[in-house]
């Protein structure tokens, strides 16, 4: 009876990992709003080169470009609440916080109003991908706060993605953001985490 008493908490550790957060499936008729700044908006290779826009073209449906090259996520909290009622999205796709990142804002700042978003994301019915962005410095590691939020709103997450980008001279166009070759790559990755994260 001890043994079954100490089993019981691991196993519904194991079952919990197992389980991987999910998104409605996304159909031709869907609305996926890109929210982010520069990284979203395609600098340094133009709005048609943008994730978004290969994005649109790989799932076959619409895919909004909000991204507003500078913007910082207090802005960006702000900006959300007329973007979400505009379009009304089926899913964000939420990458923000890189220049916050530059302007050396702490991590506890930034993860407060990316909470604010997904909170207001989620309060509107929509499902979430969390895209993670890396702290300057000379290796290029996502900060865990995107991680961290993942996993207390349980929302599937890209957190490696744009880091290897920036640190591939190939993939990107400056030391901030990625060419067009580079736009592809995240568009490719994010299709993949929409593709595995679908409810079946």
Known sequence: MKRLIIL???LVMLIGCARKPTISPI?????????????????????????PSVLAELLGCTVINAGKPGEVTADAVARLKTTMREHEPDLVIL?????????????KHVARNLEAMIQRI???GADIILVGVPR???????????????????????????????STPSLKSDQVH??????RHLAHAILNLISYSSKN
């Open 8 to 10: 019981i908490p691991v």
């Open 27 to 51: 159909t031709p008729d869907a609305t996926i709003l890109a929210f982010g700044d520069s990284l979203t908006a395609g600098t340094g290779a133009g709005k048609k080169h943008s994730y």
């Open 95 to 107: 990458c923000h916080g890189g220049n916050d990142f530059l302007q050396k804002y702490s991590d």
């Open 122 to 124: 989620q309060n509107s």
């Open 136 to 166: 300057p410095g000379l290796i290029l590691r996502t900060s865990p706060i995107y991680t961290d939020l993942a996993r207390k709103y349980d929302l599937p997450c890209d957190a490696r993605t744009i880091a290897e980008m920036l």
């Open 178 to 183: 990625p060419n067009a070759k580079g736009y």
